[in-house]
Every structure is written in C-alpha cells, then in structure tokens.
C-alpha cells in the first residue's frame, strides 16, 4: 500500500513528510537534553532514532496518518515534528484505543507560537481527513505543551505513570462542532 503524505503550508511553516535526507537532523533533536527533558528526559542514541524514524515512515504507509516534519520558512533545516500516531503504550481503555497527537521543536525555535502553528495545522488536517477522538500526554511541568493543547481543545482525562513518571493524559473528542 502507498500513500501520499500531504503537505501543509501556514504563513510560518510548512508540514511536510519526513525525507531520508532528515535523518541526521531528526537523531540530532532527539539527542538533545532540552528537547526530552519532558518527554521521558533522556538523550535518544542515533539507534532509538533510526527506529521511530522509519516506525513514522511506517505509520503513514499503515494508518494514512502520522507526523510531519516541521520546515520554518526561509530555514532548510528540520526544526521538529507533528502529528498523530497509535502509541499503544498500555494505559487502558480510555486512551491506547485512539492517534495520540505529538509536537515537539529544537529549542531554537520554542517560544515564539511556532510549535502552536504547527499543532494547529496538524489538527486542522486531522479534523478534515481523519476525524477522531485523539489523546495526548504531557508532563504536569510542560507549562508550554499544556498551553498547546488546552488550545487544540484537549482536557485532562487523568493522570498515569509512564517510564518512572508522572504524566497527564489528555483526550479531545474530536473535531470541534
């Protein structure tokens, strides 16, 4: 099966399907400390990287949705990514059943509406073409990604432990009325 992964321009951004030519830069943000210091708090090695970049290649060809790279406009570089994916992470019922959203950027480009931007357009994508309920989680402290998704329409479903810590799982019921 193939499929095409769709491009999505804002005036900022543009959303694209990650390329082979994005790995290097990929591995390079996993690996850094201000990157994952909320999203399991450790440095990715390059191998952990090969693995989720080819299993969000993956995901796209299987479920006809997943994460995109983040381009700035004007910059070459990869500076993130987003989207949706199944996690399948065993945290019940309430939450593995459904794409769990994601969003993340190298620290240079935080702070500045950027990754809301990029959250934003996945979601609006999602809502048109896919249109499911979708989950999330957050460490308590991510004060930044909490104002991202409160923004998307994402509530506080409850809290779970996951690798030692403490998350908040989130949920939003779908496309907005």
Request: charged fraction near 20%; aromatic fraction near 10%; proline fraction near 7%.
């Amino acid at each position: 099966m193939s499929r095409t992964i769709p491009t999505i321009n804002t005036p900022s951004l543009t959303l694209r399907g990650m390329r082979t030519e994005d790995f290097k830069r990929f591995a390079e943000i996993w690996a850094m400390p201000d990157v994952v210091t909320h999203i399991g708090g450790k440095p990715w090695p390059r191998a952990r990287s090969w693995d989720a970049f080819l299993r969000n290649a993956g995901h796209w060809q299987i479920t006809g949705f997943g994460q995109w790279a983040i381009q700035i406009h004007g910059s070459g570089d990869m500076a993130g990514q987003a989207g949706f994916f199944y996690g399948s992470r065993g945290l019940g019922d309430d939450f593995d059943p459904y794409p769990e959203a994601g969003w993340l950027l190298a620290p240079q480009y935080q702070g500045n509406g950027l990754g809301r931007d990029a959250a934003g357009a996945a979601h609006d994508w999602f809502d048109r073409v896919v249109a499911l309920r979708s989950v999330c989680m957050i460490t308590p402290d991510n004060a930044a990604s909490m104002r991202v998704a409160e923004t998307l329409g994402y509530t506080p479903l409850r809290d779970a432990e996951v690798d030692g810590e403490t998350v908040t799982l989130m949920t939003r019921k779908g496309p907005p009325t």
